[in-house]
């Protein structure tokens, strides 16, 4: 009894643990999915061109359908997501960070923060920067404040993380044609670490 | 123990293989369950389910475990279907150029199929059929589906939350039927 285990079930045994544990890290933002899956890289920004078309690969429709259920296709859109700052370290609830540049040419564009659980951030309203509400400064980019304590930067705007660990989308809908042609011509956001907060 | 090896790995991609596959499934099985649960009338929610489309609230989303990634900014209706009732004939409300909207139309593997935005339409109405009949013909836009089963997704952005009420009025003009 024992010689059948060892010869024949354990290796099934741990052949569907191990094929069970490689599949967990393709349901949700982490770097292991973010590095295998492919897609474009700018910067700590990842985008996948062919997201929720019928030629892209089976690990990518299946992250986007845990991640992002029914998402856009191009060209109507192209995402882009992040889940670290620009000295490469994971958004962290702790800190503050600011969020830096030039809008992309689009119908509509906007930054969304999300928990590592691929859930909402409530209130969902203060997790959210767009193209209609978003100010433009004089040198052509918008600054938004990443922080639970809006209080501290009166008159910025603001996207409210309430000291969640974050990932962040940045959409752009109804994006420059060229985008997709040259992928370095997409305008990321830059996102520097202020200080820690409390 | 080359035996052992080939059932361990063998085993192990297969489970992985078969995971990813069924994956996309397993999430659409999610939102089905969280789709009929809806039909239950909440008052804070509103009248979600009207004629066999599901009109998002999005005060209620945040418990839904197939609503990932949700936009804050849009309004979305989902029109789940069942080809095997007949081809599917949407007319929906479209807005002025200045706000984006689409629509998309989605296998039951979550592959998107059909999609179409308002920049692309004259008009204030769009209409048009789903079907698995590649011959059929139509004086309306046809979108093909590959699956009897699936789910058509409009987006609507709202510029300022204090625009839901009444763009949730216009969305609600829409209308569906099998033929």
Known sequence: MNKVFYRSLL?????????????????????????????????????????????????????????????????????????????????????????RGIPPKSRYWSFVIYNYENSRIDPFEETVANSFRSTIKDNGEYEIILT??????????????????????????????????DKNSIPIGRIKKVSPHG | MGNWIIKFIGTAILIHGLLIWIGPEIVMRKLDRDLEAAKIFESECGERWVDGIFYINPSCLSNKQSARKPNPDFLYFLIPYDLSNGDLFVSTSVPPNDRYWSIHAHNRNTDAFYRITNTEINGERFEFLITKNKNKTSDIPIAYATSKKGVILN?????????????????????????
Request: aromatic letters at 14%.
């Open chain 1, 148 to 181: 639970a304590n809006p209080e501290k930067y009166f008159g910025k705007q603001i996207i409210n993380h309430g000291n969640n660990n974050f990932t962040i989308i940045m959409r752009i809908y109804g994006p420059d044609l060229n985008y997709y042609e």
């Open chain 2, 155 to 179: 987006r609507l952005v709202m510029k300022d939350f204090s625009e839901y009420e009444s763009l949730d009025i216009f969305r609600r003009s829409t209308f569906r039927e099998y033929r």
């Open chain 1, 11 to 99: 290796p099934i045994l741990l052949g569907i643990l191990i094929g069970g544990a490689s599949f967990y890290p393709f349901t949700y933002t982490n770097p292991i999915s973010m590095s295998l899956i492919g897609g474009i890289k700018r910067n700590q920004w990842v985008t996948h061109f062919d997201l929720a078309m019928k030629n892209q690969n089976p690990w990518l429709r299946n992250y986007i359908a845990f991640i992002g259920l029914l998402g856009s296709i191009r060209p109507e859109v192209i995402y882009l997501e992040a889940m670290s700052d620009d000295d490469g370290v994971k958004l962290s609830g702790e800190n503050d960070y600011v969020l």
